[in-house]
């Protein structure tokens, strides 16, 4: 974080201190946010999935660098939004949006008229509308597909709240989901229209999914779970732990089966949208995202490079290299094979921002 936004966060706290304090437990010193030119036309890749992806050689890695800043096309992403094979948008560092449409063979940074504030979630609520969120409250949405982005004010007024760091944004249909630090909750159910922001006493929240409109859960620090029915009703689910959590998954349209990962190698597991079972997959690392390509094939990500995969619905779990030591942040998978992993530095070191791409499921 530049020097600029830690002195703004620091007033922004002190003015909250008696709401933090309201609040519950005062998040870590330096919690982590769990937490892509306009309009120029791009050659199709070539290897479009379908053909019969080349395998690695004994040792070498099935996930390729793509857009690292020696290529001179990213400063650092912390968010990943998948389309299909050939479209993807990351978010990032000093209000970068990077877009690719030829499964990452180029990628073009998007038009987010001059705003230079870190970005730490992006979603779309339809093909057209984009959201992607992050320092100081900032919001950017797009209404052409994510060719030009615009800040947008959710709220008149000068309610502090809004000026927390925002860690994610998740959709599904018209319902909308943002959150960030000191428990911000802000909901949608009118595709971004208009929201709400919920008071809630809790810690700093990380990430958001809603498998269902309404229905969806909550991920955050101390083996924070929240869950809803409704979108405006948030109730505690019991973790079982206390580390930090920090990604969640369900597949769409499937409230019952989903994934947590969260600090120290910590990975949870439901069947029933309820009980949260731990699973151990082989790593002690800090683990940032999780997510499925299909019903049985899924991969974990976070610090020092760490991919792991399954292939059988999360029964075991198996190392993969991506050549990096980057924390990764996210991952996103068009299907089995075709999909894309990004990171950048905490210390927002843009040299050590990566994107990776495999065709191959990673294998």
Request: glycine share 12%.
């Amino acid at each position: 974080m530049s020097p600029r936004s830690l002195a703004t966060l620091a007033t922004l706290v002190s003015l909250l201190a008696p709401a933090a304090t309201a609040c519950g437990p005062a998040p870590s010193p330096t919690p982590s946010p769990n937490p892509s030119a306009s309009g120029s036309a791009q050659t199709p890749n070539p290897a479009r999935p379908g053909a019969a992806p080349s395998r690695p050689a004994d040792g070498a890695s099935a996930w390729k660098t793509q857009g690292t800043i020696a290529r001179g096309i990213t400063s650092g992403p912390h968010a990943l939004f998948v389309r299909d094979a050939y479209t993807a948008f990351t978010a990032g560092n000093a209000g970068e949006i990077l877009k690719t449409t030829d499964g990452g063979a180029s990628a073009m940074r998007m038009d987010t008229d001059g705003v230079t504030d870190a970005l730490y979630g992006i979603t779309f609520s339809d093909t057209r509308t984009g959201w992607a969120v992050g320092e100081l409250g900032r919001v950017l949405r797009t209404r052409d597909g994510g060719d030009t982005w615009q800040p947008v004010e959710l709220f008149d007024g000068d309610d502090l709240r809004l000026r927390l760091h925002l860690t994610d944004v998740t959709a599904s249909g018209p319902f909308m989901c943002m959150v960030g630090w000191y428990g911000l909750i802000a909901v949608s159910r009118d595709a971004g229209d208009s929201w709400t922001i919920l008071s809630t006493d809790l810690p700093n929240l990380h990430h958001a999914t809603l498998p269902e409109p309404g229905h969806g859960w909550i991920v955050g620090d101390g083996g924070t779970i929240l869950v809803t029915e409704d979108g405006l009703h948030w109730s505690y689910q019991p973790s079982n732990v206390k580390e930090n959590l920090n990604g969640v998954y369900f597949r769409p349209n499937d409230a019952r089966n989903g994934w947590i990962v969260g600090d120290h190698g910590t990975v949870l597991h439901t069947t029933n949208g309820v009980e949260w079972i731990p699973i151990h997959v082989g790593t002690t690392a800090q683990l940032r995202a999780v997510q499925f390509a299909d019903e049985n094939h899924g991969w974990i990500v976070g610090e020092s490079g760490t991919i792991v995969t399954t292939s059988d619905s999360g029964q075991t779990w198996t190392p993969q290299t991506g050549s990096t030591m980057v924390p990764l942040e996210a991952v996103g998978m068009a299907s089995p094979s075709e999909g894309w992993v990004v990171g950048a530095d905490p210390g927002r070191n843009a040299a050590l921002g990566i994107i990776l791409h495999t065709s191959s499921g990673g294998r």
